[in-house]
Nanobody, 119 residues
Framework: QVQLVESGGGLVQAGGSLRLSCAASGRIFSINAMDWHRQAPGKQRELVAAITSGGTSNYADSVKGRFTISRDNAKNTVFLQMNSLKPEDTAVYYC?????????????WGQGTQVTVSS
């Protein structure tokens, strides 16, 4: 079983920055994609950013130019640097990863971390 633990959420004023971290632990053989999703109240969960093991990244249009995803493969950790935050970025942010534990695939989610942006 693979566990993901997020950290770094909080309350920030519009225009401010936050950095989220997500560390994967357990019997991990390899991790393919790691990504960040978010869910605002009353809305569906949406993909914010994703990054492959080779470092290729992609972003939702709403965060391009403001958010940067990165990862440390040696530490099985993914980061999300969020700059120029807007009130509409307020949501619970979830980390997700998929990969292999030995010969068995996994797809795991973190418990979520709240990000609140005040106007």
């Amino acid at each position: 079983q693979v566990q993901l633990v997020e950290s770094g959420g909080g309350l920030v004023q519009a225009g401010g920055s936050l950095r989220l971290s997500c560390a994967a632990s357990g019997r991990i053989f390899s991790i393919n994609a790691m990504d960040w999703h978010r869910q605002a109240p009353g809305k569906q969960r949406e993909l914010v950013a994703a990054i492959t093991s080779g470092g290729t990244s992609n972003y939702a249009d709403s965060v391009k130019g403001r958010f940067t995803i990165s990862r440390d493969n040696a530490k099985n950790t993914v980061f999300l640097q969020m700059n120029s935050l807007k009130p509409e970025d307020t949501a619970v942010y979830y980390c997700h990863a998929d990969g292999l534990t030995g010969y068995i695939g996994f797809s795991s989610w973190g418990q979520g971390t709240q990000v609140t942006v005040s106007s």
